[in-house]
């Protein structure tokens, strides 16, 4: 994971990043709090010496694994008429507010308060009843699944990898909610040995053959018999 602050003109917020997100999925998730439309984002990238670098998809199709030391994300709307600029400039400055998160969350003249009352991203019904029927399928897709069986990953835009499911749970080191399956796997497809970020989930195994996904994409049972040399994929999770 990556830990960076991330700033605009209206917030100043530190999250964590998988280093395999790509930029459009970076920009998505950078609008659900600051209210700033991708199409309309310019990203720059401070670095721990201070130096600036501006983020374009065309080049850094994955930002993180081209530059993975990042201490900050600035945020730029270029559509004056935004809501964002249109706040921005109500409260008769340009420069760049530095707010925790409870600080921010009681602003009257937030992007967040704004995104409140017009149902926005996170607010709208909408959105929370896809994320609880994810939850479910998720938690559907556990109850199917049995530790050191056979498995087959298939993830969005990945090739199927196998092997054995070590571990369902939580991983501290990302939050206390989401779960988690720990996979080794047959060949070295995978980013870890079985722990992250210091701390041992299963194994240890061979290094680049454990992997940490989500539920759903995991099926687990004897049919799944190690893959043929042709239907390897150096892919990586």
């Known amino acids: 994971m990556v830990r ?10 530190t999250k964590e990043w998988d280093e395999n997100i790509s930029y459009l999925q970076l920009c998505q ?3 659900s709090f600051t209210g700033i439309e991708p199409c309309y984002m310019r990203l ?4 721990d010496d201070g130096k600036k670098l501006e983020i374009l998809e065309s080049s850094n199709p994955y930002p993180f694994k081209t530059y993975p030391h ?18 921005q400039n109500s409260n008769g400055t340009e420069s760049n507010f530095h707010l925790s998160d409870e600080e921010y969350a009681k602003r009257t003249d937030s992007v967040l308060q704004w995104k409140m009352k017009n149902n926005y991203g996170r607010f709208n019904s909408d959105s929370k009843r896809s ?6 399928l998720q938690q559907q897709r556990i109850a199917e699944l049995q530790i050191d069986q056979r498995c087959s990953v298939e993830s969005e835009g990945q090739l199927e990898r196998r092997g054995w499911l070590r571990f369902i749970g939580r991983i501290g080191e990302i939050n206390d909610q989401d779960i988690w399956c720990g996979v080794e796997f047959d060949d070295p497809v995978g980013k870890n040995d079985g722990s ?7 194994g240890p195994v061979k290094t680049n053959h454990g992997g940490f996904v989500k539920p ?13 040399k042709n239907d ?6």
Do not use: W
Not at 4 to 13: I, K, P, Q
Not at 131 to 136: A, D, G, L
């Open 29 to 31: 998730r950078i609008e």
């Open 44 to 47: 720059s990238f401070e670095f």
């Open 196 to 202: 992250f970020k210091g701390h041992i989930y299963f």
């Open 70 to 87: 990042v201490s900050m994300i600035l945020v730029e709307d270029l559509n004056e008429n935004s809501v964002v600029n249109q706040l």
């Open 131 to 136: 994320q609880e029927s994810n939850k479910q």
């Open 216 to 228: 759903l994409a995991v099926k687990t049972g004897p049919e799944f018999l190690p893959m043929t």
């Open 232 to 237: 390897q994929s150096d892919d990586e999770i």
């Open 4 to 13: 960076t602050s991330v700033v605009s003109s209206l917030c100043s917020v």
